[in-house]
């Protein structure tokens, strides 16, 4: 049924009934009907639909959905396949993820509101905040936006990797009402990675930022220029950090021209 379909897309992207609602046009209470098949969509409607999805008005009357394969390539990339995504990251910089992503969790993992979806948005912060400082990447992840603010293409496959080589723990945990994973790291970070002005950076987003909730997080990072000027479901432009408001800035500007 295209009801259950429209449903598998929304949690697929991890959006809200409300945020669907809204895009939509219509109440909660009446998005809720569509989803389960107590109310039919008009062609308008479903117009609006495959564009909020990205997908043709055809593939989604016909339950199909034409998902990009994201593979990270390390070093050099090679041709690409259609429908996929291709992220190319040195091989050095996906071994700073790791041990970034290490550093993070012995300093603040045992916190109970730091899950996955709290580090998503700190690296983000991570990774933004040192390249409008010092105008270089530190870790130069890949950030999509989404309804939950953004999210770093390459950690899933990061933490794969990571769990087979039992550098980290994987588990499931409540916050509150809300389901939580979150991950105990298995050794200590690799320091010598890091510089002294990158352990210095991290550790004033963990200090600014890791007691809030995953929604406070989210609702933060929804506030601040990157997020904002990307489209949904696309990467999040790192330049747009010289754009920042005063409340997210990192960087002292100067004021001659």
Same mark, same amino acid.
């Given at each position: 049924?295209?009801? #259950?379909?429209?449903?598998? &897309? ?8 409300? !945020?669907?609602?809204? +895009?939509?046009?219509?109440?909660? /209470? ?16 479903? +117009? ?8 043709? %008005?055809?593939?989604? &009357? ?14 050099? /990339?090679?041709?690409?396949?259609? #429908? ?20 993070? %969790? ?14 998503? +948005?700190?690296?983000?912060? *991570? ?20 309804? !939950? ?18 550098? *980290? ?6 916050? !509150?009402? @809300? $389901?939580?994973?979150? !991950? %105990? ?5 690799? &320091?010598? &990675? ?17 007691? +809030?909730?995953?929604?406070? %997080?989210? $609702? @933060? ?37």
């Amino acid at each position: 049924m295209i009801s #259950n379909f429209i449903k598998t &897309l929304r949690k697929k992207r991890q959006w809200s009934q409300d !945020f669907m609602a809204e +895009k939509l046009g219509v109440s909660r /209470p009446t998005y809720m009907q569509i989803e389960q098949g107590g109310r039919d969509i008009t062609i308008s409607e479903a +117009k609006t639909l495959a564009d909020i999805f990205e997908i043709s %008005l055809e593939d989604l &009357l016909n339950e199909r959905e034409k998902e990009p394969k994201i593979t990270i390539v390390k070093d050099q /990339p090679s041709a690409t396949e259609k #429908n996929e995504i291709r992220i190319s990251v040195p091989q050095r910089n996906l071994k700073k993820f790791k041990e970034v992503f290490l550093y993070i %969790l012995n300093k603040i993992g045992s916190k109970p509101n730091v899950g996955q979806s709290v580090i998503n +948005k700190l690296l983000y912060f *991570i990774d933004f905040d040192y390249f409008e400082k010092y105008e270089e990447q530190l870790i130069g992840a890949t950030y999509i936006k989404n309804h !939950f603010g953004p999210t770093p293409c390459e950690l899933i496959k990061v933490l794969d990797e990571m769990k087979v080589k039992d550098e *980290i723990e994987e588990v499931k945990s409540h916050y !509150f009402k @809300y $389901d939580q994973k979150k !991950f %105990l790291p298995r050794r200590k970070p690799d &320091l010598s &990675l890091l510089s002294a002005r990158e352990k210095d950076l991290i550790d004033n987003v963990l200090t600014r930022l890791s007691d +809030k909730s995953a929604a406070e %997080l989210k $609702d @933060y990072s929804h506030g601040d220029v990157p997020w904002i000027t990307a489209k949904e479901g696309g990467k999040i432009d790192y330049e747009a950090v010289f754009y920042r408001t005063g409340a997210y800035s990192v960087r002292e500007y100067s004021d001659d021209l």
